[in-house]
């Protein structure tokens, strides 16, 4: 774990908003109405910074108040009115919103019904050609009401779930969309998940209805996904209906329905009105031991925070382009295709972020027009590495912010976005979470830029830092707590009758107050510093996957007697993934091995996950109980020394934690 420096009273930014733009960003014109119409309180003329703490401030004390003008200033339609904003704080369960109906898909698709933009982009689409091509907000909504249509008449009704195993296409917005609109519950996996992966997902939700491709490119390169798709068949006993997706080109399996025969229909489309904690998607989050957890989030819960984060922090709205490099399999998907809330054109790249060439994204913005680009850590360090020149090489003018997010962006790769992109360009390092669905953490068109921070705390979002015994601490390292209900946190996990996994995730340490796994610094100023995961879930560019997911496909090889996976966040922004494996006798861990191992976590799991290196180890250390020790064996490859890293009394032997000791200070 990284120490935060103690900050200096008035450290100079990299970059500052100029006195236009912060009269221009939503999140002023939304204080000052506030203040007149709400009570909150009233700007600092000519200290932005004193008027979002202030309006921060408020925005957690007086939930009901804030949420209240949310709902207001971004018009969400209730189709019926709500008895109070926040009937229960209580978390977990806490209640909002209750008589209110509302529906996602109808807000989703509003912007389609003025005719001045009906025939603008909604989706801007492109894959590694880089060519984009446009689906009007016309043509998404007549897709949506045919296929919402044929949904229904497939027996698909409220609280049914739909499943996707598709790339990041308009198909998907299409699938998802009239999903909502039937009061449908969504999930999805991108297609490089092998068959193991997405049936460890989607057999907990049951799903009646499969959208699912036959293959997709990537890296220059076809992958077919046809035999997957018939694992996945065989595997989802519930499901009644396949939709055939023909990426490739290929025609449609038997007993497969057609996509194009389901969307070319002339149907208005009709929004089923749930009520709003009504379940929207389920998404998933690994942690280190048994099955992916099943997030089930709220259709009103995701609307209502997704416009306060697209239109107040990200500063989108119509005439924007927002393009977010990401997978189906990814929370920021379903935060991508929020922008659509907003009346943004949704931008989707459907490839390899490097193909053919590590400055494809820059490729990808130029191209379309991005006004906000986000993309991962990893990506921007991945840049420096190569020595790509993003402005000097492209035409980024209409870039107004680049978002990083996954992972922390290291101090490396806020100087080099601003010497590379553009000196005045707003760069929004965010955090937040799968389990949340947004960002606790990040982008404020009115402040600063700090070197190696988070602008500030969402709004909203009552977030502080805890040390081990339940005390806020302020310019010191703590565990990330939200202290309030956010609308967004789930209403339940798929298959936790009794809220007990929901609890232990996040509320075992800290009754009451959610705990999120991550270290990190509230500063004196206001701002946030993220210094990785305080457990030992695998988060490669944003994505987690549980330890146990890599065990459970690892040992089905013969050869391999035990397993131990840890990912470890590195000071200059990289990620390390050793795996450890304590061989069977007579085994040898030769080339051929290894391309075993390696192949069958990418072929059953994930590309993202083959571990960096597979080393192997006389033994794996347990605690007393039999479990791996894996946070503590991070600790000690960070270079904790092994006395602070772990109790040895806690340890079946002790000795085989020298190795990983000796590991941490050779690689720091």
Not at 64 to 77: G, I, K, L, M, P
Not at 298 to 323: N, T, W
Request: net charge negative; charged share 20%; hydrophobic share 40%.
């Amino acid at each position: 774990m990284t120490t935060a420096p103690q900050p200096a009273d008035r450290p100079e930014p990299l970059w500052s908003p100029g006195e236009g733009r912060v009269a221009r960003a939503q999140v002023t014109r939304f204080h000052r109405w506030a203040a007149e119409q709400h009570g909150a309180p009233a700007p600092v003329p000519g200290d932005p910074a004193a008027s979002y703490a202030a309006l921060h401030r408020w925005s957690v004390t007086e939930l009901e108040r804030f949420w209240q003008a949310v709902t207001e200033w971004c018009d969400v339609r209730f189709s019926s009115p709500y008895e109070r904003v926040l009937a229960d704080p209580a978390m977990p369960g806490a209640v909002w919103f209750p008589g209110a109906t509302l529906n996602y898909a109808e807000h989703a698709l509003r912007t389609a019904e003025d005719p001045a933009r009906a025939h603008e982009p909604a989706l801007l689409h492109t894959d590694e050609t880089h060519d984009p091509r446009p689906v009007t907000w016309a043509e998404l909504r007549a897709q949506v009401g045919s296929l919402a249509a044929e949904l229904r008449r497939l027996g698909v009704r409220p609280g049914d779930r739909v499943s996707a195993y598709l790339p990041n296409v308009p198909h998907a917005v299409v699938a998802l969309l009239a999903t909502a609109a039937v009061g449908g519950v969504w999930t999805s996996c991108a297609p490089d998940f092998g068959a193991r992966s997405v049936l460890d997902r989607f057999q907990q939700v049951e799903p009646v209805v499969l959208f699912a491709v036959d293959g997709y490119h990537y890296g220059g390169k076809r992958h077919e996904r046809a035999d997957t798709v018939t694992e996945l068949r065989a595997g989802l006993p519930t499901v009644r209906a396949v939709v055939h997706i023909p990426l490739l080109g290929t025609p449609a399996p038997e007993g497969a329905l057609e996509w194009d025969a389901l969307t070319s229909g002339t149907v208005e489309p009709v929004f089923e009105q749930v009520p709003f904690d009504h379940p929207l998607w389920v998404l998933y989050s690994s942690g280190t031991t048994g099955l992916p957890k099943a997030i089930v989030q709220s259709q009103g819960g995701i609307l209502v925070e997704h416009v306060k984060q697209l239109a107040l922090h990200c500063d989108l709205g119509p005439g924007d382009r927002f393009f977010w490099y990401t997978s189906t399999g990814w929370m920021m998907w379903n935060f991508l295709v929020s922008g659509l809330l907003v009346g943004s054109t949704v931008v989707l790249y459907d490839g390899s972020p490097g193909h053919p060439d590590t400055a494809a994204q820059w490729r990808v913005a130029e191209r379309t027009g991005a006004t906000l680009f986000g993309t991962s850590a990893a990506y921007v360090m991945a840049c420096r590495k190569a020595e790509v020149h993003p402005g000097r090489d492209f035409d980024l003018s209409r870039v107004r912010c680049v978002a990083t997010t996954g992972s922390p962006l290291p101090p490396d790769g806020f100087r080099w976005l601003h010497d590379e992109v553009a000196a005045d360009m707003w760069i929004a390092s965010v955090s937040g979470g799968t389990d949340v669905c947004s960002c606790f953490a990040g982008a404020v068109p009115t402040l600063p830029v700090h070197i190696g921070e988070l602008q500030a705390p969402c709004l909203g979002t009552d977030l502080q830092a805890w040390d081990a015994h339940g005390e806020p601490v302020v310019d010191e390292v703590g565990e990330l707590i939200v202290a309030a209900p956010m609308p967004s946190m789930p209403v339940r996990f798929w298959n936790d009758p009794d809220g007990s996994r929901y609890r232990d995730s996040y509320f075992e340490m800290f009754p009451g107050v959610w705990r999120h796994g991550d270290w990190i610094t509230l500063t004196s100023r206001g701002s946030v510093v993220i210094h990785g995961r305080s457990d030992s879930t695998l988060n490669r560019q944003g994505v987690r996957m549980g330890s146990s997911d890599i065990y459970e496909a690892v040992e089905r090889l013969p050869e391999i007697r035990e397993s131990l996976v840890i990912g470890v966040e590195r000071p200059d922004g990289g990620y390390w993934m050793p795996l450890f494996v304590h061989l069977a006798p007579g085994a040898t861990l030769d080339e051929e091995l290894l391309g075993r191992i390696k192949r069958t976590i990418r072929e059953q799991l994930s590309p993202r996950h083959v571990p960096d290196e597979v080393i192997e180890v006389t033994g794996i250390p347990h605690t007393l109980t039999g479990k791996r020790i894996e946070v503590p064996v991070k600790r000690l490859l960070q270079g904790t020394p092994l006395e602070k890293a772990v109790n040895p009394g806690s340890v079946d032997n002790v000795e085989l934690l020298h190795f990983y000791e000796k590991l941490g200070r050779e690689r720091a």
